[in-house]
C-alpha cells in the first residue's frame, strides 16, 4: 500500500504533463477569444441580465466545441490549407472572399480589443499622473506604441507558433486563478446593499456581444491552420479532441465565471449601475483587492489584450494569405506582411471610434456584437470541407461533430440577422 501511495502522485503527475502537452491549438483560440472585450461584455451582461446570461454562455460553448473540432478534424484530414482546399474545389475568387470576410471580422474584434487596452491603461496612466485626465491624443499615442511593439514582435521573435502557444497557456492560467479566486471572495462576502429587481433588462447588443465572444467561428476557422503549425496528422485527431473540449471549457468557465462575479456585485443594485467604464466594472474586484481594484482589473484588461491583440491580428493575415494563395505558415513572409496590416486596420478604426463621444465599453460592445455577422459565412466553409465525399476511414468526420457544428451555423445565422437588425435600428436612432 506505501509502494501504490508513492506511485499514485507520480501518475498524476505525469497524466497532468502529458494533458499540458496535449493542449495548445485550442488554447490559443480560446486565447484570442478570451480577450479584454470579452472580459468586459460578459461582466456588462452580468450586471444587466443577471443570471439569464449564463445559459447563453453555456450554449455558445458548446457550439464553439464543434466548430472547433470539425476546423481541427479538416486541418489534419486535408493535405492542404482550408483556403487552398476551398479554392481547388470552387475557384480562387471564392476563396478570396472567404479570407476577407474573416479579415474584416478580425479588425472589428481588433477594434475592441484597442480600446479595451486602452480603457485598461487609461486609469493606471491617470493614477500615475496625479489624477490627470487621459485625452483622446494621449489614448492614440498609446495605441501607437503598443502596436509598434507588438509588430516589432511580430517580425523579430523566432519560431512564432511556439512562443505564442506558450506564452497563451500561461496567460490563461493567470486569468483562470486570478477570476476564480475573486469569485470566492465575492460569493463569500454579504451583500452591501438590499436587491431591487431591475426594470431595465441589459442592452441587447452587450448580449449578442456575449455570443460573439464566445462563439467565434473566426477563431474555430483558424484551429484548421494551428493544427497544421502543430505538426498534427491524422493520427493526432483524438489528441486534437481533447485539446478541443478542455480549452474551450476553460473559455466557458471563465466567461460564466465573470459573469456571476458581476451579476452578484451590480445585478439588483438601486442605484442601476450602467457599466459605461472601465472604473465602474473594475468595482467587481473590490471585495478582494479594495482600493487597488481598479489597478489590479486594469492590469488584467492590458494581459487579456496582449493574449488576444497578436493571435487575433494573426488570424486574419494568415488566412488572407492563404486565399490569396501566398502561404499560410507562420514561418512564411506574407502572413506576417498581412497580420501587420491587420493590426493597424484595428487600430484606425479603434483610432475613428475614440474621435467619436460616448461609452468605450458601449463601443466595444458594439464592436464585439458586428463580429457575429461573418460567421454563416464561415460556418458554411467550414462545412463544405467537412462533408466532402472524399473523406472516407479515418478521415471522415464523425456526424456528432457534423450535427453539432450545422446546429451553431444556424444559430450564427439567426444572430446575424438579429444583429444586423439591431444595428440598424442603432443607427435609425442615432
Known sequence: MKGLASIAPICFDGEVKKLLRTIGPAMVVAAVVLG????????????????????????????????????????????????????????????????LILFLVVALFQSSNNLAMVAGLSPLVEMIGGGKSVGAGGQMVMLLVFNAVLIAVLYLMRELYRSVEKLMKFLIGVMVVAFLFNFLVVYLTPRSFEFVAPTNKGDLFALLGLIGTTFSVGGAFYQSYLV????WGISDAKRGLTDTVVSISVLGTVTVVILLTS??????????????????????????????????????IVAAA????????????????????????????????LTS?????????????????????????????LTVVGNPALGATLLYLGTRPELTGAR????????????????????AVR???AVWDKIQAA
Not at 457599466?275 to 482600493?291: C, K, M, N, Y
Not at 496590416?341 to 456584437?369: D, P, R
Request: charged share 10%; aromatic share 6%; proline share 4%.
Open 36 to 99: 479584454p472585450g470579452s472580459i468586459l461584455t460578459s461582466s456588462k451582461v452580468g450586471a444587466g441580465f443577471g443570471g439569464l446570461g449564463i445559459p447563453v454562455v453555456i450554449a455558445a460553448a458548446i457550439m464553439m466545441i464543434g466548430m472547433v473540432a470539425l476546423a481541427a478534424r479538416i486541418g489534419v484530414s486535408y493535405q492542404g490549407s482550408a483556403c487552398d482546399e476551398l479554392a481547388e474545389r470552387l475557384g480562387r475568387p471564392l476563396a478570396i472572399i472567404v479570407g
Open 228 to 231: 497544421k503549425e502543430k505538426g
Open 263 to 300: 451579476m452578484r456585485v451590480f445585478y439588483g443594485r438601486p442605484d442601476q449601475l450602467e457599466l459605461t467604464s472601465v472604473d465602474q466594472v473594475a468595482r467587481q474586484l473590490e471585495p478582494l483587492f479594495g482600493s487597488w481594484a481598479t489597478v489590479i482589473f486594469s492590469l488584467g
Open 306 to 337: 496582449f493574449s488576444s491583440f497578436l493571435v487575433n491580428a494573426m488570424i486574419g493575415g494568415t488566412v488572407m494569405s492563404d486565399s490569396l494563395g501566398k502561404g499560410s505558415r507562420l514561418s512564411s513572409v506574407w502572413p506576417i506582411h
Open 341 to 369: 496590416v491587420a493590426l493597424l486596420t484595428g487600430m484606425g478604426v479603434a483610432m475613428l471610434s475614440l474621435s467619436q463621444s460616448g461609452s468605450t465599453v458601449t463601443l466595444i460592445t458594439f464592436a464585439q456584437a
Open 396 to 415: 471522415r468526420i464523425p456526424r456528432w461533430i457534423l450535427v453539432l457544428a450545422s446546429v451553431g451555423f444556424l444559430i450564427s445565422c439567426l444572430v
Open 419 to 421: 444583429t444586423a437588425i
